[in-house]
């Protein structure tokens, strides 16, 4: 029998094969790093070749062979080397590019970072080629590649950390809001797919294996959906579900779109929401002029379905989100701070949430777990039932729980782990009525009618504890974390300054016009 502690011998067998290819493939990217390749463009371009690997196992086969491209890039590319292997790669690459479904999404804009031929042919033929990526293995191909995932997010100056959630926080949520098979789940600001991920492995691994080939069948339809905005990102995001078995090679609309999420209303509605929306407060686009100066314009939605009108995108995934829960939905949302306590529009959303749902549960989290360096940050889960006949606020009982005082981690040498919170999932209680949480010394709940008494609605909850593990947290933050926190500071300001000038600006008087002169 299996203990708690204990891990089934193919499940670490498995573990210790991906870990095995994962430490082959990185070996590569530092080999790349001294022709200018970083470790993002490393795994995208590992994400290129391994589709093409795939697509030619596919087509190959001897049974129901499928030929997911029309010809066989990858034999092409392994009969080649010099400037034409450089040259025939490019081709294939903008060719694809063009084309539509799960092939499109992945290879959209897609370019050669590779510049040294030599070194590509070595990429095809010494590691990728010698590895088998469709089939039995999709478990092992799929956590290594989630693995070189992780290990691009540490490139600080590459921005991709912002795109990857740490994975023990991903299945903390997960446990908690217990996805199943009749679900519809969907990530808004999905990054590389960690949360549909791990949403698909608790759904499949809780399904009975009599109906486990047809359900899978229908999570490949339809019921696993992410959106993101960055075209490099979504590739790899679409390639984590296609070696995840979650999306087919050969389908013909990805399950991974591509868009400003908060443009407009939601097409596809969801019974389960997973996020981790971009931090950042302000939504802004850049503008060039004729003069080529360059000047940046506060971006605010106006969508006749959200409850306030702000540029700050936090506040308005959180309006999104609620726009995509079908109702008797429920979500699991990570926020920054200023979700909280902020004034204006912040206090108008809030007040909304708790009326129209039932927010029952705040986490929140500690410094040191976020790749974007103090980051102090916080889940909020809330389902979305009918409306009450009464007119009561839908929230009756908000739980807070304080993971935040007296903790810090650092990710590289004291990352987060699942175990770091056995404790609030034991308190959440996962499945159970809320009537059976017990108050303890971290875990206190706040009655609805006291926290729409608060000033400004504010649910910035246990800030008046003393926390000893952020008097130095300032010597770890990366210096342009610090100067980006700063300028988003005076920039909101600024807007603030702008906004009360405009409105005390005295209005012109209105003038008649005038009839025109005489001859």
Not at 462 to 479: F, G, V
Request: charged letters at 25%; aromatic letters at 8%.
């Amino acid at each position: 029998m299996t203990t708690a502690t204990q891990m089934p011998r193919s499940a670490a067998r498995a573990g210790s094969d991906a870990q095995t290819l994962v430490r082959k493939l990185w070996s590569y990217c530092n080999v790349l790093r001294d022709d200018g390749v970083s470790a993002v463009d490393y795994v995208e371009q590992l994400t290129f070749l391994v589709f093409l690997k795939m697509a030619h196992e596919q087509r190959n086969r001897v049974l129901n062979p499928i030929d997911i491209l029309g010809f066989d890039a990858w034999q092409e590319l392994s009969d080649l080397s010099g400037p034409e292997l450089e040259r025939r790669y490019t081709e294939i690459l903008a060719d694809l590019g063009q084309r539509g479904g799960t092939l499109g999404r992945i290879f959209k804009k897609a370019q050669n970072r590779l510049q040294d031929p030599a070194k590509l042919r070595k990429l095809i033929h010494d590691l990728i080629g010698k590895e088998t990526w469709s089939g039995t293995n999709v478990d092992i191909k799929g956590d290594a590649y989630e693995q070189l995932l992780a290990n691009s997010a540490e490139d600080i100056k590459s921005g991709a950390g912002q795109y990857f959630t740490p994975r023990a926080l991903i299945e903390v949520m997960v446990d908690c809001t217990r996805p199943s098979i009749d679900d519809t789940v969907m990530d808004p600001a999905c990054g590389t797919g960690g949360f549909l991920l791990k949403a698909f492995e608790y759904m499949t691994s809780n399904m009975p294996a009599s109906v486990q080939r047809e359900q899978k069948v229908r999570l490949t339809n339809g019921a696993i959906r992410g959106n993101e905005l960055v075209d490099a990102t979504a590739r790899l995001a679409a390639m984590n579900m296609v070696l995840h078995g979650i999306e087919l090679p050969s389908s013909t609309e990805s399950c991974i779109s591509v868009g400003d999420a908060l443009a407009k209303p939601p097409k596809h509605h969801a019974s389960l929401v997973l996020a981790n929306p971009p931090f950042g407060k302000k939504s802004s686009i850049t503008i060039i002029g004729e003069d080529d100066e360059v000047s940046r314009k506060d971006l605010t939605y106006s969508r006749q379905d959200f409850w306030a009108t702000t540029s700050n995108k936090q506040l308005n995934f959180v309006q999104h989100i609620y726009t995509m829960l079908k109702t008797g939905g429920r979500a699991a949302v990570v926020v920054p701070d200023n979700v909280l306590f902020e004034g204006g529009a912040g206090e108008t959303v809030r007040t909304r949430l708790l009326k129209q749902c039932n927010v029952h549960t705040l986490l929140r989290l500690p410094p040191g777990i976020f790749y974007a360096g103090g980051v102090k940050a916080n889940v909020l889960f809330f389902d979305k039932p009918a409306p009450r006949t009464d007119g009561r606020p839908t929230t009756e009982v908000l739980w807070v729980y304080d993971f935040r005082t007296n903790q810090h981690f650092r990710l590289k040498t004291d990352p987060l782990r699942p175990a770091h919170l056995d404790d609030f999932i034991a308190s959440y209680r996962p499945g159970e009525s809320l009537s059976n949480r017990v108050p303890t010394p971290a875990f206190k709940p706040y009655e609805i009618d006291a926290l729409l008494s608060r000033d400004r609605v504010n649910l910035d909850l246990l800030a008046d504890l003393t926390d000893h593990s952020l008097d130095n947290t300032d010597d770890e933050i990366e210096p342009y974390v610090l100067a980006q926190e700063i300028a988003e500071e005076l920039q909101a300001a600024f807007g603030e300054f702008a906004a009360v000038a405009e409105a005390l600006r005295p209005k012109e008087p209105h003038s008649e016009p005038q009839p025109p002169e005489g001859d």
